[in-house]
Every structure is written in C-alpha cells, then in structure tokens.
T-cell receptor, first 112, second 113 residues
Framework: GENVEQHPSTLSVQEGDSAVIKCTYS??????FPWYKQELGKGPQLIIDIRSNVGEKKDQRIAVTLNKTAKHFSLHITETQPEDSAVYFCAASSTNAGKSTFGDGTTLTVKP | DTEVTQTPKHLVMGMTNKKSLKCEQH?????MYWYKQKAKKPPELMFVYSYEKLSINESVPSRFSPECPNSSLLNLHLHALQPEDSALYLC????????????FGPGTRLTVL
C-alpha cells in the first residue's frame, strides 16, 4: 500500500518568514496530493491540492510543488501570519485506491 | 453548501453503554468516511462507504458498527467500548472514493470511562 512520510514534524518561524513542509510517497500510481490544515478543535480543511499532471500550483501565499520522478511534493507558505499556526497534513491517493494516505503532520507555529 | 455536520460534538459514555455518532452531508457526495484521531496524530481511517455500500473496513473491532442509511447520512454505532477508544471521531465525504478532495466535519470528541 501507499506510504507517505512528512517532514519536519514541528516548524517554528517568525511572522513574515516562509515555511516549507515536505512529503514523499511510495506508490507511483498516486495521482492526487491534497494538503489539509487542522486548527485546534476542528476537522482538517483543504488548503490546496495538486494532481499528477501539474508540477506547481499557487493560491495567494500558498503554493504546492510536485516532483513525480522523485515522488515528493512540498507546501510553501510565504509571508506567514500568526493565523497560519496549525497542524498541516499532506496526503496521497490514486483513482482506484478508494482512500487517502496521510502523512504524520507538521505543527507550524508562527511567532508574532 | 460545502459543510459536513456531525452530532454530537462531545460524548461521554461508560464501557457498557450503546451510543451512536451521526454525520450528514448535502453536497451530493457518494463516498463517506469515518476516521479516528488521537492527539497529535493524523486521522486514522476506519471505514469507507462508496455509493452507500461498505467498501473498506480497516480491520476495525466489531464494537464499532457503521451504517449508511442513504447517500447523505452516515452513522457509527458504538457498543462496549474501551477507554483506549477515547478520541476525536471525524466524518468526511468526497465526490467519489477515488482521487477527490475529502471534506471533513468538526468531529465528535468521545470519552469512554
């Protein structure tokens, strides 16, 4: 089955700095890679996603890059703000898998 | 409407009780999921329903019993739980069970005494 590794497990940055979280996956059949943000007391919410036919996708301060050859994808947050503080999960799935495999999560802390 | 609702928000039960968790979505999604999440851990998949049929059971103990009465509703029936079953139980839905975005509810915080 699919295995997703996520690094780092914790990340602390100053407000205004950039943050990068990286994930690797094992199943070459995986073709959908979402990133979820989970705030305290809430369920995970999608912040950005990318499919295997695209190398990069950007939405304002958030971007995701995908390297299919190396089987890794990354989340980039620029100009971080205190409200970006949360746990971030990457995930991977394929059309036929019937489920998503999640990374272990990264706790991001943005210091004012 | 991109909301998944879950009731109750909190539940405290004894080991001999029977209770149910409820999940509802009105996005026309045909896949629904139950996850268990412990503190500082990722969501752990329990069950997947696809087109109202159980498609994945991740070897979950029989004290957890899922039910999908229709395409909008998902229940999780609980019986004879153990204290280690205390966790946040998340429901999610997606258009299909393939490579689609999952929309999560806020979860039910379950405490087993």
């Amino acid at each position: 089955g699919e295995n997703v590794e996520q690094h780092p497990s914790t990340l602390s940055v100053q407000e205004g700095d950039s943050a990068v979280i990286k994930c690797t996956y094992s199943d070459s059949a995986s073709n959908y890679f979402p990133w979820y943000k989970q705030e305290l007391g809430k369920g995970p919410q999608l912040i950005i996603d990318i499919r295997s036919n695209v190398g990069e996708k950007k939405d304002q301060r958030i971007a995701v890059t995908l390297n299919k050859t190396a089987k890794h994808f990354s989340l980039h947050i620029t100009e971080t703000q205190p409200e970006d503080s949360a746990v971030y999960f990457c995930a991977a799935s394929s059309t036929n898998a019937g489920k998503s495999t999640f990374g272990d999560g990264t706790t991001l802390t943005v210091k004012p | 409407d991109t909301e998944v609702t879950q009731t109750p928000k909190h539940l405290v039960m004894g080991m001999t009780n029977k209770k149910s968790l409820k999940c509802e979505q009105h996005m026309g999604h045909r896949a629904m999921y139950w996850y268990k999440q412990k503190a500082k851990k990722p969501p752990e998949l329990m069950f997947v329903y696809s087109y109202e049929k159980l498609s994945i059971n991740e070897s979950v103990p029989s004290r957890f019993s899922p039910e999908c009465p229709n395409s909008s509703l998902l229940n999780l029936h609980l019986h004879a739980l153990q204290p280690e079953d205390s966790a946040l139980y998340l429901c999610a839905s997606s258009l299909t069970s393939g490579a689609d975005t999952q929309y999560f509810g806020p979860g039910t915080r379950l405490t087993v005494l």
